[in-house]
């Protein structure tokens, strides 16, 4: 018989909380609206389905500024609050020390808690591709530090001050760091 190794399980499941910084590119149609980034807190549950693939869900809760940029001065609108929720599939290969990870999938955002001008507007919810890139790095056997950066497609449409539609698109890149904590 050979000896008993220290092997740590290959799959097993992780719930993650990261703290997300988004910097932001943002358009609109017609021109002149835009939202502002957010510091929000992040979680996730990450379940393996083979050796080298994982699916991970994740929720955030965002607030966002939304300005109207006039042709005199800028003026606020009010805030929004976003609920972003990600599947995404990932390729995880089997690495010893640091585990880096590579994922795609869907953003299906929905935006509520509306303030200032913005609480009388109904805004649709989003759906859209969402790109995730990463690295694990276990601290002790059910422990470990989690960085991860995504990139996705959001938007919404609202109605503007003149009855005229408003699309307003957020193309967030989202930097975060967290912990997992093995199941």
Same mark, same amino acid.
């Given at each position: ?107 299906? !955002?929905? +935006?509520?808690?509306?303030?200032? #001008? ?6 649709? *919810?989003? %759906?859209?591709? &969402? ?24 938007? !919404?449409? +609202?109605?503007?001050?003149?009855? #005229? ?6 193309? *967030?890149? %989202?930097?975060? &760091? ?6």
């Amino acid at each position: 018989p050979l000896p008993a190794q220290n092997v740590e399980p290959i799959l097993s499941s992780c719930f993650t909380t990261r703290l997300t910084g988004t910097g932001l590119s943002h358009s609109s149609e017609p021109k002149g609206y835009k939202a502002y980034s957010s510091i929000h807190l992040e979680i996730g549950v990450r379940r393996p389905l083979t050796s080298s693939l994982a699916m991970e869900l994740d929720l955030a809760h965002e607030s966002r500024e939304v300005d109207w940029m006039g042709p005199e001065k800028e003026e606020s609108l009010g805030s929004i609050e976003l609920l972003p929720v990600h599947l995404m599939l990932q390729y995880r290969p089997s690495l010893r020390t640091w585990r880096p990870y590579i994922g795609a999938g869907v953003n299906y !955002t929905l +935006f509520w808690e509306k303030s200032g #001008e913005l609480n009388s507007k109904k805004l649709s *919810p989003s %759906a859209g591709p &969402i790109l995730q890139l990463g690295v694990d790095r276990p601290l002790t056997s059910h422990i470990l530090l989690n960085l991860d950066i995504k990139f996705m497609r959001m938007k !919404t449409d +609202f109605e503007g001050r003149q009855k #005229e539609q408003i699309e307003l698109s957020i193309h *967030p890149t %989202a930097l975060g &760091i967290g912990l997992g904590f093995k199941l």
